[in-house]
């Protein structure tokens, strides 16, 4: 049975390792299911898509419309490894779940525009259904509008070419959207709840995502908050794309 692939670009292992708790959590994998890599510190792996059952990228507090000047080697390491794996991602439309960062830097593949104007605040919001993505596989029976946790400084301004928009959202025009058959991009973070995202508040207080001195507001916004149809988004990833046993 082939494996999911988690590739993890946050450099704080506490979040990083709660990121994969969460992933695991709501969607459903078993530990023995996936392959773990921190790509920070290990590299974006050189391999075959196919080898896997499907490819999750997470969040990180990375921005790729950062002056290239301005990043740091590790960022920049990430971003280089990530182009010739996505290039095989795409051409070869291998099932594939970029969230967040993993959208930006799909986004960025598809030299698709990006910038600060659709920015978000860190905690819950409204996602929107779109007309065009009421009948793909993964939102089939999903209402109208639902929640998610989110928290972005950068977002795309456009839709790839050649990709199918499924969710907008109210502010952010573009939170998910499809290309080809099997691979998809989620501006918010299907895998977030409230544990998780109180740790990132503590940890990104003062990455600019919002005004530090309003920590505490941003704590309790997300205190109790449930987001059972993003769950259901990357549980329906998982057992669509997951081997027979």
């Known amino acids: 049975m082939r494996p999911f692939l988690i590739l993890q670009l946050r450099p704080e292992t506490e979040v990083a390792d709660d990121e994969f708790r969460a992933i695991l959590e709501h969607g459903q994998l078993d530990p023995d299911e996936v392959v773990r890599v921190r790509v920070n510190s290990e590299g974006v792996p050189d391999a075959d898509p196919r080898e896997f059952a499907g490819i999750i990228v997470g969040g990180s507090p990375f921005e790729v419309t950062t002056p290239e000047q301005e990043k740091s080697e590790t960022q920049r390491g990430i971003e280089a490894g990530f182009g010739p794996l996505l290039d095989r991602v795409v051409e070869l439309d291998t099932p594939f779940l970029g969230c967040c960062s993993g959208h930006g830097l799909l986004g960025r593949h598809c030299d698709t525009p990006m910038s600060s104007q659709y920015r978000e605040t860190v905690g819950p919001a409204e996602v929107l259904l779109a007309e065009t993505g009421r009948n793909d596989p993964l939102l089939q029976g999903f209402p109208d509008s639902f929640r998610v946790f989110l928290g972005h400084k950068e977002a795309l301004d456009d839709l790839p070419e050649g990709a199918v928009l ?21 501006q918010f973070h299907p895998e ?27 704590l309790s916004a997300v205190e109790g908050v449930d987001t059972p149809w993003a769950h259901a988004l990357l549980q329906r990833f998982v057992a669509r794309y997951r081997d027979p046993s």
């Open 166 to 186: 499924l969710v907008r959202g109210r502010h952010c025009p573009i939170q998910m959207f499809r290309l080809g058959e099997h691979v998809y991009s989620t």
């Open 192 to 218: 977030g709840d409230p544990r998780g995202f109180a740790l990132r508040i503590r940890y990104y207080r003062d990455h600019g995502y919002f005004p530090a001195e309003k920590a505490e507001l941003r």
